[in-house]
């Protein structure tokens, strides 16, 4: 995860937002499949949750950083 967040520091506002509507629509997804079809890691949705908490974390201490 470490490689990861840094790398998510490195990218620019409007590629973080890119990346925020990606994995929501991720999670959407997994949401809808999970009831229809349980798939065998159950981790996934809240792998993806997390995930999603990082980039909103990052993008919000960018927007601190430059005000």
Do not use: W, Y
Not at 12 to 29: A, F, P, T
Not at 32 to 49: H, I, M, S, T
């Amino acid at each position: 995860m470490r490689k990861s967040t840094q790398q998510l520091r490195d990218k620019s506002g409007e590629e973080l937002i890119k990346e925020i509507v990606r994995l929501k629509s991720e999670i959407s997804h997994l949401v809808a499949a999970q009831k229809v079809n349980p798939e065998k890691d159950c981790n996934v949705l809240f792998k993806k949750r997390k995930e999603l908490a990082v980039v909103l974390t990052i993008k919000r201490s960018q927007e601190l950083e430059t005000k």
